[in-house]
Protein backbone atom coordinates (compact mmCIF):
# COMPACT_ATOMS: atom_id res chain seq x y z
CA UNK A 1 0.00 0.00 0.00
CA UNK A 2 1.69 3.02 -1.07
CA UNK A 3 1.14 6.33 1.33
CA UNK A 4 0.71 9.74 0.31
CA UNK A 5 1.73 12.88 2.29
CA UNK A 6 0.20 16.23 2.22
CA UNK A 7 1.93 18.64 3.44
CA UNK A 8 0.31 20.13 6.88
CA UNK A 9 -0.94 23.75 6.58
CA UNK A 10 -1.28 25.56 9.80
CA UNK A 11 -3.66 28.87 9.92
CA UNK A 12 -1.83 31.06 12.84
CA UNK A 13 -4.29 33.85 13.64
CA UNK A 14 -2.86 36.23 16.46
CA UNK A 15 -4.92 36.17 19.67
CA UNK A 16 -5.52 40.16 19.41
CA UNK A 17 -5.70 41.03 15.88
CA UNK A 18 -4.71 44.72 15.45
CA UNK A 19 -7.52 47.17 15.10
CA UNK A 20 -8.80 47.87 11.43
CA UNK A 21 -8.11 51.85 11.17
CA UNK A 22 -10.12 51.93 7.95
CA UNK A 23 -12.97 50.58 9.70
CA UNK A 24 -12.75 52.52 12.36
CA UNK A 25 -12.62 55.58 10.42
CA UNK A 26 -15.74 55.06 8.84
CA UNK A 27 -17.69 53.90 11.83
CA UNK A 28 -16.30 57.37 13.74
CA UNK A 29 -15.07 59.72 11.36
CA UNK A 30 -16.49 59.22 7.81
CA UNK A 31 -20.03 60.74 8.85
CA UNK A 32 -18.08 63.96 8.89
CA UNK A 33 -14.90 63.64 7.08
CA UNK A 34 -17.04 61.79 4.48
CA UNK A 35 -16.29 58.19 3.27
CA UNK A 36 -12.91 59.46 1.05
CA UNK A 37 -11.54 61.95 3.40
CA UNK A 38 -12.80 64.74 1.30
CA UNK A 39 -14.58 66.89 4.40
CA UNK A 40 -17.46 69.01 3.25
CA UNK A 41 -16.44 72.52 2.50
CA UNK A 42 -16.66 75.49 4.86
CA UNK A 43 -17.99 73.17 7.31
CA UNK A 44 -15.92 69.60 8.07
CA UNK A 45 -12.42 70.11 6.85
CA UNK A 46 -10.90 67.62 4.53
CA UNK A 47 -8.40 65.10 5.83
CA UNK A 48 -7.36 63.63 1.88
CA UNK A 49 -4.55 65.62 1.25
CA UNK A 50 -4.97 67.60 4.45
CA UNK A 51 -1.68 70.07 5.10
CA UNK A 52 -2.90 70.08 8.34
CA UNK A 53 -1.48 66.95 9.07
CA UNK A 54 1.29 67.61 8.76
CA UNK A 55 2.10 71.37 9.61
CA UNK A 56 -0.57 70.72 12.73
CA UNK A 57 0.65 67.03 13.73
CA UNK A 58 -0.12 67.33 17.40
CA UNK A 59 -3.29 69.82 17.04
CA UNK A 60 -4.52 67.23 14.87
CA UNK A 61 -3.48 63.67 16.73
CA UNK A 62 -5.16 65.55 20.01
CA UNK A 63 -8.24 66.18 18.15
CA UNK A 64 -10.05 63.10 19.01
CA UNK A 65 -8.37 62.50 22.43
CA UNK A 66 -10.34 65.45 23.38
CA UNK A 67 -12.35 67.34 21.23
CA UNK A 68 -11.08 69.91 18.58
CA UNK A 69 -13.02 73.70 18.35
CA UNK A 70 -12.01 77.06 17.00
CA UNK A 71 -10.28 78.26 13.81
CA UNK A 72 -8.15 75.94 12.10
CA UNK A 73 -6.85 76.55 8.70
CA UNK A 74 -7.01 73.67 6.12
CA UNK A 75 -5.86 73.58 2.60
CA UNK A 76 -5.32 77.78 2.52
CA UNK A 77 -9.28 77.41 3.80
CA UNK A 78 -10.44 78.65 7.49
CA UNK A 79 -12.76 76.05 9.68
CA UNK A 80 -14.77 77.47 12.35
CA UNK A 81 -16.33 74.22 13.74
CA UNK A 82 -16.49 71.95 16.73
CA UNK A 83 -15.27 68.16 16.88
CA UNK A 84 -15.86 65.85 19.71
CA UNK A 85 -13.87 63.84 21.33
CA UNK A 86 -14.01 59.82 20.08
CA UNK A 87 -14.16 57.23 22.61
CA UNK A 88 -11.32 55.23 20.86
CA UNK A 89 -8.36 53.78 22.77
CA UNK A 90 -4.93 54.82 22.02
CA UNK A 91 -4.43 50.97 19.89
CA UNK A 92 -7.53 51.93 18.05
CA UNK A 93 -6.28 55.72 16.97
CA UNK A 94 -3.20 54.68 15.91
CA UNK A 95 -4.99 52.63 13.54
CA UNK A 96 -7.28 55.59 12.50
CA UNK A 97 -4.12 57.63 11.73
CA UNK A 98 -2.10 55.29 9.63
CA UNK A 99 -5.20 54.44 8.03
CA UNK A 100 -5.91 58.38 7.23
CA UNK A 101 -2.11 59.43 6.81
CA UNK A 102 -1.81 56.89 4.19
CA UNK A 103 -4.87 56.62 1.99
CA UNK A 104 -6.26 59.33 -0.32
CA UNK A 105 -2.95 60.66 -1.41
CA UNK A 106 -1.58 61.38 1.98
CA UNK A 107 1.78 60.50 2.85
CA UNK A 108 2.33 61.55 6.71
CA UNK A 109 4.46 59.58 8.79
CA UNK A 110 2.92 57.06 10.82
CA UNK A 111 2.30 57.15 13.91
CA UNK A 112 3.09 54.90 16.93
CA UNK A 113 0.58 53.54 19.91
CA UNK A 114 3.90 55.01 22.42
CA UNK A 115 3.23 58.46 20.39
CA UNK A 116 -0.72 58.51 20.80
CA UNK A 117 -0.60 57.60 24.66
CA UNK A 118 2.49 60.19 25.33
CA UNK A 119 0.03 63.30 23.72
CA UNK A 120 -3.25 61.61 25.42
CA UNK A 121 -1.43 62.28 28.73
CA UNK A 122 -0.76 65.94 28.31
CA UNK A 123 -4.49 66.78 27.13
CA UNK A 124 -7.12 67.55 29.25
CA UNK A 125 -8.53 63.81 29.11
CA UNK A 126 -5.09 62.03 29.89
CA UNK A 127 -6.54 58.37 29.52
CA UNK A 128 -9.65 57.30 27.84
CA UNK A 129 -11.47 56.37 31.17
CA UNK A 130 -10.65 59.88 32.17
CA UNK A 131 -12.73 61.06 28.80
CA UNK A 132 -15.25 59.03 29.66
CA UNK A 133 -16.15 59.83 33.17
CA UNK A 134 -16.37 63.00 31.93
CA UNK A 135 -19.07 62.23 30.06
CA UNK A 136 -21.48 60.95 32.98
CA UNK A 137 -24.07 62.61 33.58
CA UNK A 138 -25.47 64.66 36.57
CA UNK A 139 -28.08 63.62 39.38
CA UNK A 140 -31.71 63.75 38.17
CA UNK A 141 -33.30 67.01 39.34
CA UNK A 142 -35.54 66.46 42.50
CA UNK A 143 -39.32 65.92 41.12
CA UNK A 144 -41.95 68.14 41.47
CA UNK A 145 -44.06 67.50 44.48
CA UNK A 146 -46.58 64.85 43.29
CA UNK A 147 -44.56 63.77 40.52
CA UNK A 148 -41.73 60.50 40.31
CA UNK A 149 -38.58 61.08 38.22
CA UNK A 150 -36.63 57.52 37.22
CA UNK A 151 -34.28 56.63 34.86
CA UNK A 152 -35.05 54.32 31.80
CA UNK A 153 -32.22 54.20 30.44
CA UNK A 154 -27.95 55.19 30.32
CA UNK A 155 -27.13 55.93 26.93
CA UNK A 156 -23.34 54.30 25.99
Not at 37 to 51: E, H, I, R, T
Not at 59 to 72: Q, T, Y
Not at 129 to 156: F, H, I, Q, R, Y
Request: hydrophobic share 40%; net charge negative.
Amino acid sequence: MRRIAFPLVALITPLSAAPDGSALYQQNCGICHGPEGLGMAGVFPPLAKSDFLIKERDKALRGPMEGLNGKIEVNGATYDGVMPPAFLDDEQLTAVFNYIFSAWGNDVPRTTTQEISELRAKTKFPTLDALKSSMVGEKLPDAPEGWTLSLGTELG
